[in-house]
């Protein structure tokens, strides 16, 4: 594969310009908020969590701190009376004043399948977080039966592709495993129950991996991160890995950052073979700047990675021009669907990485961008749903949408 070809993501200046331009403290900035988010006064009053008072001297070291926080929404209180949640406090206040502008997709869900009228709708879908909840075990992130019946389902009907910032192979393992909970966790002999989830395409590390059927299309063939290879059956498939000689360099990091984090209680490394998760769900607050540092130093001598927040995540990756927008849009030429007055994309996700994707709809593609969240988000969305429970009601309802399309036609 010819990385240094002309159409490469690969940067070829090895210096990001933030970091030469703002100092190192600087990587650790979460992503400044895309233009169209909140520009009425309106939204400005939504409250954030106080920053914890910060024991680095630096004044560059609270943003990052601010960053890691605002990753970490307050717990929902609950109407005990009702054993519901309605609004209760300020924040539940300002996620309903957030709904105006960034309203439900199940009850906008009219006006989705208008616009889909006499296209082909593509869908695209997050895993952690949209898929499957988030819980404090990111090996234990499993789709539930029922969401992963809608996956399969809705695949059947439309082209369906699952990106995320696993590595390809551990997420593959998740999405199609059905796991008995109690068996894997309680019995001495775990249990698995292979359940395929057949016409989903699965990207991994943020779709830097990409492994799809052999399809005659040029820009495919032409590509020049695309090479033809073999999938664990033996199939022939084409493999997509524009990062691919960062290999040894994410490796070593790994390693790194697990021997520097080792003594830090309930921090987590994870290896997402073209990028690295530092998981600090589980650390103790006091110690996140400890997380922080550890994360700052080691990158002090990769000038070609850099860091972005997840939830309760910092996410080591190579410095390239590729992300989930670009992945969907190579997704889209690929499958055939490169043609936005006839094909209708929807990408649903959670987390900052999919706001590349949701900007990437919004902007050329004439895509609808769905945001999974429950507290008001800056975003580039045009709509939400609440949780992933409110996911799998959607994909349920495209499937009752396209079938009773088929009979009526
Ligand atoms: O692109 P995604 O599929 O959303 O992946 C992003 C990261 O998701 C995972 O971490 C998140 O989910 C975990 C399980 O619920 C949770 O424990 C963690 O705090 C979240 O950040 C995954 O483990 C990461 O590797 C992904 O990069």
């Not at 990106?163 to 796991?179: E, Q, T, Y």
Request: with cysteine; glycine share 6%.
């Amino acid at each position: 594969m010819d990385l240094k070809n002309h159409s490469s993501p690969v940067l070829t200046d090895s210096v990001p310009v933030n970091k030469s331009r703002m100092g190192l403290s600087s990587i650790l900035l979460p992503c400044s908020p895309p233009a169209s988010a909140y520009s009425s006064a309106m939204y400005l009053a939504i409250p954030r969590r106080k920053a914890l008072p910060c024991k680095l001297d630096d004044a560059h070291d609270s943003s990052w701190l601010d960053a890691m926080i605002s990753s970490s929404p307050p717990p929902k209180k609950l109407n005990k009376d009702l054993g519901s949640e309605i609004p209760q406090d300020e924040s539940d206040a300002a996620y309903c004043i957030w709904m105006l502008k960034f309203p439900s997709a199940l009850t906008s869900f009219d006006q989705i399948t208008s616009s889909a009228k006499g296209k082909q709708l593509a869908l695209f879908l997050d895993y952690d977080g949209t898929l499957s909840p988030i819980v404090d075990n990111p090996e234990l992130a499993f789709m539930s039966p029922a969401m992963r019946a809608a996956v399969r389902d809705v695949a059947k009907y439309f082209p369906t592709a699952i990106i995320s910032g696993r590595s390809r192979d551990k997420f593959s393992l998740l999405v199609v495993c059905m796991v008995v909970y109690r068996t894997l966790t309680h019995s001495s002999h775990p249990g698995l129950r292979v359940c395929r989830i057949d016409r989903t395409l699965l990207c991994g590390s943020h779709g830097m991996d990409i492994m799809g059927p052999v399809r005659e299309s040029s820009f495919v063939n032409n590509h020049p991160n695309c090479i033809r290879s073999t999938d664990k059956q033996g199939k022939e498939v084409n493999l997509f890995q524009p990062a691919s000689e960062f290999l040894p360099m994410i490796e070593e990091v790994f390693r790194s950052l697990v021997e520097c984090t080792n003594g830090i209680n309930g921090a987590k490394v994870e290896n997402n073979k073209f990028c690295v998760s530092v998981h600090y769900r589980l650390v103790d607050e006091k110690s996140w700047p400890e997380v922080a540092r550890c994360v700052e130093n080691i990158l002090k001598g990769y000038p070609r990675l850099q860091l972005t927040h997840g939830r309760k995540v910092l996410e080591v990756r190579p410095v390239i021009d590729w992300n989930k927008g670009k992945a969907v849009e190579f997704l889209l030429e690929s499958l055939g669907l490169g043609n936005s007055d006839a094909v209708l994309p929807i990408y649903v996700g959670d987390d900052r990485t999919d706001e590349d994707a949701f900007k990437v709809l919004r902007a050329g593609k004439g895509g609808i961008g769905i945001l999974v969240s429950s507290k008001a988000k800056d975003t580039n969305a045009l709509y939400s749903l609440r949780d992933p429970s409110e996911v799998m009601v959607f994909l349920k309802s495209l499937v009752k949408w396209k079938k009773s399309a088929a009979l009526r036609a």
